[in-house]
């Protein structure tokens, strides 16, 4: 049976050793926190996870132990193709799809690469659905590099139509946009997710099943709880919806370093060298440290006061999770 693509769903950071090694160990911790802290599935081989600058050995690689460290209990999910040319998109998707992740996601501005319009889009997904194994759930993601390109309607509708699409990564930023799409998709297997936190509550509400933006790198219970308990609690839901709004703000102050220095600070790994943002974030971003300090102050604070609203809700994990060993 298809494992469920819903829920809170982080796009992975991918950290790295001094030398510039990708950190399996720091990774094998960084799975434990996601899964700790509530998250319902994983996004593996992302723009979070720097997939632009990886070899393809190495989004392979990266792949196949997110997988592993996950053993089962959560889905993991992955992109990885990058190229242009359809034939090198083709081997870079079925070199991820061997790893045996549970789904794998397709890049909206890979298709029709070159921008011709038209029926290009559909030819080209249509031209890699022959060819990819018939087994493996697939999904959608928007990325907005190298460019956004949001899905049609009619090109959602021949996805949800195929039966093929069990998951969308809507980067359309808009309330509207993601009801339409809801509706568009209602009774397919293909889920709405959206990816903005400026709209995530109120997506929610409208049938988004979920979230997967970059703020599940630091606070993923806190979206988990305003999924599954805000009923109950609509006024703490409201205004918990605002302080995540707001913390997404920092996103544009050096991400994915961002988030390293975040999980460097809670123990997850130690290196926060990124190969998307080479520059030194404190210096091009005053008070960064500060704005930091501010926003672990409002998660824990958050934390506390829905805690409060359910004992048997597992207690967050601040810091490193497991003693497990990894290579």
């Known amino acids: 049976m298809t494992k469920k693509i819903e829920g809170i769903i982080p796009v992975m950071i991918t950290p790295f050793t001094a030398n510039g090694q990708i950190d399996y ?49 959560v889905p993991v999910i992955a992109s990885g193709h990058i190229s242009e040319s359809l034939d090198d998109q ?5 070199a991820i799809a061997a790893t045996g992740v549970d789904g794998m996601v397709l890049v909206t501005n890979r298709l029709d690469a070159r921008q011709e319009g038209g029926s ?22 928007e990325c907005p590099a190298p460019y956004r390109r949001l899905l049609t309607d009619d090109e959602l509708t021949f996805c949800a139509g195929s039966g093929r699409f069990v998951i969308l990564k809507d980067v359309s930023c808009d309330l509207e946009t993601v009801k339409r799409r809801v509706a568009l998709t209602r009774g397919t297997p293909l889920a709405i997710v959206n ?9 929610m509400k409208a049938g988004s099943r979920g979230f997967t933006g970059v703020f599940t790198n630091f606070h993923p219970d806190l979206y988990k709880w305003l999924m599954t308990e805000d009923a109950g609690h ?17 996103e544009p102050m050096g991400y ?50 829905v805690a409060h609203t359910r004992a048997s809700y597992p207690a967050p994990i601040s810091g490193t999770a497991s003693s497990r060993s990894y290579r």
């Open 25 to 73: 160990p720091g990774l094998g911790r960084l799975v434990e926190w996601y899964i700790d802290n509530g998250s319902d599935a994983l996004f593996a081989v992302c723009q979070s996870s720097e997939m632009q600058y990886l070899s393809l050995e190495e989004r392979v690689e990266l792949a196949a132990f997110v997988r592993q460290a996950a053993a089962g209990r």
């Open 90 to 94: 083709l081997a870079e998707l079925t």
């Open 120 to 141: 290009k889009f559909i030819d080209d997904l249509s031209w890699l659905l022959d060819r990819l194994p018939k087994h493996i759930p697939l999904g959608l993601y």
């Open 195 to 203: 990816a903005n936190a400026a709209i995530a509550y109120d997506a």
């Open 234 to 250: 609509p006024a703490l839901a409201d205004e918990l919806s605002v302080y995540l709004a707001l913390s997404a703000m920092a």
């Open 256 to 305: 994915p370093k961002l988030a390293k220095f975040y999980h460097q600070r809670l123990g997850t790994f130690s290196c926060t060298d990124s190969r998307a943002v080479t520059f030194d974030i404190h210096e091009k971003f005053w008070a960064l440290d500060a704005l930091i300090d501010k926003i672990v102050e409002g998660t824990e604070h958050y934390r506390r006061r």
